[in-house]
């Protein structure tokens, strides 16, 4: 008996030690491919325009208490004034068309497209322009004015730059930047929605905003040729 206990307790530290190495073993190659990519901390200074294709602006909503419903905007536009010698003098602003949400739910989008939310016939736009980027901690904090619904305030959230590719042949650079950040619907007169019996709100106030932007930089015109004479 007891050496069938130090048996199984052998192969468990056995397993656990091959997880491990498993787990650093993936954590080099992603780190591999990365640096493969060119990937480096600082690029250079100039303005990266968010790529459709490869950026979130997103949103989620708790319901009934349960679970958080995600949405997005399908359409936007916008831009990084990035410094690389004082990153605390950069820039961004965007602009996202209203109409161009998307929950996966056709019937739930026109709700959001109507007056009990977004109103998009009256107010086809939010958008947001930094007014302030300082360096807090370990951390960066962006605050700028939000515009929601003709409603605009001030609001301040962290964010990251996860990294930047070099430019090459095809293009001047790109960058990376996560936020997240929350807000009250109600401070921007989004009041649809009431309690249930039970006093849970069947939306929360608190909407999570997510945003996973990926910016490029445009590539230099080449340098004109001095004609020959």
């Known amino acids: ?7 199984f307790v052998g192969l468990l530290i056995a ?3 091959l997880l491990q190495t498993g787990a650093e073993a993936v954590k080099l190659t992603q780190a591999e491919r990365f640096e493969a990519l060119g990937a480096v901390q600082t690029g250079e200074s100039g ?3 968010l790529d459709r294709a490869h950026s979130f602006i997103g949103f989620k909503v708790k319901h009934m208490g ?3 419903v995600p949405g997005y905007f399908r359409d936007f536009t916008g831009a ?3 410094d690389a010698k004082d990153p605390a003098k950069s820039s961004v602003q965007f602009t996202a068309k209203a109409t161009s ?3 996966g739910v056709v019937n739930r989008d026109n709700h959001l497209r109507s007056a009990d939310f977004f109103e998009v016939e009256k107010f086809p736009e939010l958008s947001f322009k930094s007014t302030k980027v300082e360096k807090r901690g370990a951390s960066w904090m962006v605050t700028g004015d939000f515009t929601l619904k003709g409603v605009t305030k001030s609001i301040s959230f962290p964010f990251s730059i996860t990294g ?3 430019p090459d042949q095809r293009s001047g650079g790109k960058m990376g930047v996560t936020a997240e950040t929350s807000l009250n619907r109600r401070d921007y007169g989004v009041n649809y929605g009431g309690n249930m019996p039970n006093g849970v709100p069947t939306l929360s106030d608190e909407v999570k905003i997510v945003l996973q932007i990926e910016a490029n930089r445009p590539r230099p015109a080449p340098a004109a040729t001095p004609a020959s004479e």
């Open 101 to 103: 949400v998307d929950t």
């Open 80 to 82: 990084i004034n990035y």
């Open 164 to 166: 930047f590719i070099p």
């Open 66 to 68: 349960l679970i958080e």
């Open 15 to 17: 397993g656990f030690v």
């Open 1 to 7: 008996m007891k050496r069938t206990v130090f048996l």
């Open 47 to 49: 303005t990266y325009n």
